[in-house]
């Protein structure tokens, strides 16, 4: 075996995901050269995230120069925080740009995949029946990809139409409807502002309150979208700026008090601006618990949706669902056409439902129960040659998730570097290493808002503990993801 030909063979990568994190595998994997690559996505498109969530106002709350990959800035952001179809079109527009299609499997879902010690092979099986075999297994498929509606008491007896917002349904007119929303996070209060006029009635129902945030949003006219494409430096200044100011959130929600007070002051500034002389509203959007526990909101139509007269915030725990509507926190049930659900994800999986079995047989899910682990959020011992991108405590709530899975494709191009140059079959992060990283995880997140901030959110499993948000700042997260250290991973010839 010699250099990257294992035999007279090229190594493969399977790709699992067209979002974000694969595309951009998939880019610096064809750029790199070592490696081919084949990329299997279950949907229609490449997009991920931004391919299934079409609700109406989707769009990111991280500013587009940053919220994109570095060494993909060419699209001409209308604004500086994109709607989902800019952000759907710049993915699709990866595809060609870097001739990705010939690589991808679209409506092709990965079903499971099995790690043959002996050969350093990864099988992985599809949907459609197939079976391919790989050298290495780079898994991208989000942290918010599984909606989730609540179990309520008597949620199947409801006769009106019904759907979550990551599958809207554009067929379901809403003008002049009842309309109950379900759910107040960052989904709800996008889409929220866009359907009050139209409704005839609005019945939000808030479990608890939001922190929220003025978005510093604008349009960037036709000679500043000019000076960004002309002059690629303004777009890496432009970067630059987004990431030092949404790092400084880093600060607020890791622990220092400062911060955090400064950012508090912010939002109750605003939310009493917003709702001034509605002591009602104020009382109800006053969250009991420290900023940033919960994600933080950016938005400047929230505040002004719930002013209407045809909305009614409800606040509290649900009682549950009838034929007709919706008992509200109050024992009222209220009638109600169509019923929105805005709440959110089954974020405990980070690989479910694929069945990913490693080198002693053992199945990932099962291997991490209700606590998943990776050493930098990337590699999981025992799982040889397995890539997680956006993995387990990759999160933050503050930051550019394309960034951080920049930071983790880097690492896993080294790897491949690596594996060439040594002719390995394959390398398995130490156990040693991954158990240090997660008493490391542990003990920084002891003084975060999502562990001591008082409210229960998706980044923390059931005993409270944060399996999902990276504890510290991303210059850290870049800089310790920059290359493997070999001290830390075994590998085999
Ligand atoms: P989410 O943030 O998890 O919000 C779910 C909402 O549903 C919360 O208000 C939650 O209340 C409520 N809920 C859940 N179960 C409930 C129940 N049994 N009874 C009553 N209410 C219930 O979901 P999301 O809004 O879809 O957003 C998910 C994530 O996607 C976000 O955290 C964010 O990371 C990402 N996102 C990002 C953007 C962006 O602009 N970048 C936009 C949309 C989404 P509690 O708060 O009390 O739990």
Known sequence: ?????????????????????????AIRLQQQGLMDFEIFERGASAGGVWRANTYPGAGCDVPSHYYSLSFAPGHRWSRRFAPQTEILDYLKGLVDEFGLAPHLHLNTEVTSAQFDQARGLWTVETGDGQSREFDVLITACGQLTNPTIPALPGLEQFAGESFHSAYWNRDVALAGKRVAVIGTGASAIQFVPEIAPQVGHLDIYQRSASWILPKPDRSYPEWERKLFRRFPLRVA??????????DLLTYAFTGNRMAGNVIRKLADGYRNYALKGRADLIDKMTPHYDIGC???????????????????LHHGKLQGITANGVIGPDGVERAVDVIIWGTGFDTGGFVAPMKIRGADGRELNEVWGDRPEAFLGTSVTGFPNLFVLY????????????YVEECQIRLM?????RLHEGGYRYLDVKPESQARWRAEIERRSEKTTWVAGGCSSWYL???????????????????????????DYRFVA
């Open 1 to 25: 075996m010699s250099g990257g030909q294992r035999g007279a063979r090229k190594r493969r990568a399977a790709i699992v995901g067209a979002g974000f994190g694969g595309l951009g595998a």
């Open 294 to 312: 919960k994600r933080l909101l950016l938005t400047n139509d929230w505040y002004p949706a719930l002013r209407r007269d045809n909305v009614a």
């Open 391 to 402: 993995g387990p405590n990759t999160n933050h709530g503050s930051a550019s998730i394309p």
């Open 237 to 246: 200044a432009a970067r630059a700026g987004f990431f030092a100011a949404y």
């Open 413 to 417: 191009i080294d790897a491949v570097k």
């Open 461 to 487: 499993n059931q005993d409270g503990v944060n399996t999902h948000n990276w504890p510290g700042e991303w210059i850290e997260f870049r800089r310790r993801t920059n290359a493997v250290d070999p001290r």
